[in-house]
């Protein structure tokens, strides 16, 4: 069994982490935040005082960092400590740029480098059910792959360097125009009189079907595992879609895509957001496009 640094040991690496221990592996870890490390510490993680120290004598090194100026930094500081032909992976979601940067920071050390940002949220990440859209050599990805089993269950090969977070923000841009698209026609639907129900039976089986509504209906009743039964909690964070639809834009700007159907998304999860609702999940955006003011 490998050796393990886990770098970021939050929401979705602490799980992450525990999945490997779980594996079998020796996992050394690390984070900021002192509680976080107790925690892992309970789940089998070796936790050490630094993410240099957690890396040394690792075979693979994993981060799970809020954003792309926390990746590149702690990738600064491990790759020079990391043996030559270690492999570094990154799971967080970040800015292409910044992923194609970390693979430069590796690739001038000698190590194996892969942007695997995940989908599947905290729920995926402690049953290890998450998607991994992977970015890197082909020799970097087959390196990568058994461990990724360990904490998910489909792992993608995307292509070079930072295509992993390229397929990550496309992928999230179509989910937050989706389902504000839906939450649309749905408020439309009870303007006109026509029931959720029936507008769902109809749309589920014609053109207007979509993830955003057969798996995660923004109105209660016809699928029962979306938030929207539980008043919009848990789920997946209007801030956090917030967050990949403004990856998403800056890519666009960067490489001169025109995507107006999302930045125009961003522009309605940053009002939504505003309005106090950031914590929600994202399909409760239906609440705003209602014009509804909530206070619970
Ligand atoms: P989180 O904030 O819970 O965890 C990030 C952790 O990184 C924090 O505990 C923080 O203390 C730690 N950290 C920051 N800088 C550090 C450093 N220099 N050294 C060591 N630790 C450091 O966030 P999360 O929910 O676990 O998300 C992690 C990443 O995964 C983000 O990029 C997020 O966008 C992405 N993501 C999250 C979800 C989700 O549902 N939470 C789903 C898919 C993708």
């Known amino acids: 069994m490998a050796k393990i640094a886990f770098i970021g040991l939050g929401n979705m690496g602490g799980p992450m982490a525990a999945n490997l221990v779980k594996a079998g592996h020796a996992v050394s870890g690390y984070d900021l935040v002192p509680a976080l490390r107790e925690e892992a510490a309970k789940a089998g993680v070796a936790v050490v005082s ?63 480098s892969v942007d695997a940002p995940v989908s599947g949220g905290t729920g995926g ?113 209007a801030a956090l879609m917030l967050k990949d639809l403004l990856l998403s834009q800056q890519a666009a700007a960067a490489a001169g895509a025109a995507t107006p159907m999302g930045a125009a998304a961003a522009q309605i999860y940053a009002l939504f957001n505003a309005s106090g609702r950031a914590g929600d999940d994202f399909s409760g955006v239906i609440n705003f496009l209602r014009g509804a003011a909530r206070t619970g």
């Open 50 to 112: 630094g993410a240099a120290s957690a890396v040394e004598g690792a075979d693979v090194i994993v981060t799970m960092l809020p954003a792309g100026k926390h990746v590149v930094s702690v990738w600064r500081d491990v790759a020079p400590v990391a043996h030559k032909g270690a492999l570094i992976i990154d799971s967080s979601t970040i800015d292409v740029d910044s992923a194609r940067a970390a693979h430069e920071i590796a690739r001038q050390v000698g190590l194996l």
């Open 125 to 237: 990440a402690k049953a290890a059910t998450l998607t991994f859209m992977c970015g890197g050599t082909d020799a970097a990805f087959a390196a990568a792959r058994p461990v990724l089993e360990k904490m998910g269950k489909k792992i993608v090969h995307c292509g070079d360097g930072g295509a992993g977070q390229a397929a990550k923000i496309c992928n999230n841009m179509i989910l937050g125009a989706t389902m504000i698209a839906t939450a649309e026609a749905f408020v439309l639907a009870e303007k006109l009189g026509l029931s959720h129900q029936a507008l769902f039976d109809v749309a589920s089986t014609s053109s207007g079907q979509s993830w955003s509504l057969t798996s995660y209906c923004p109105v209660p009743g016809p699928v029962a595992t979306s938030p929207a039964n539980n008043d919009y909690r848990p789920g997946f964070a």
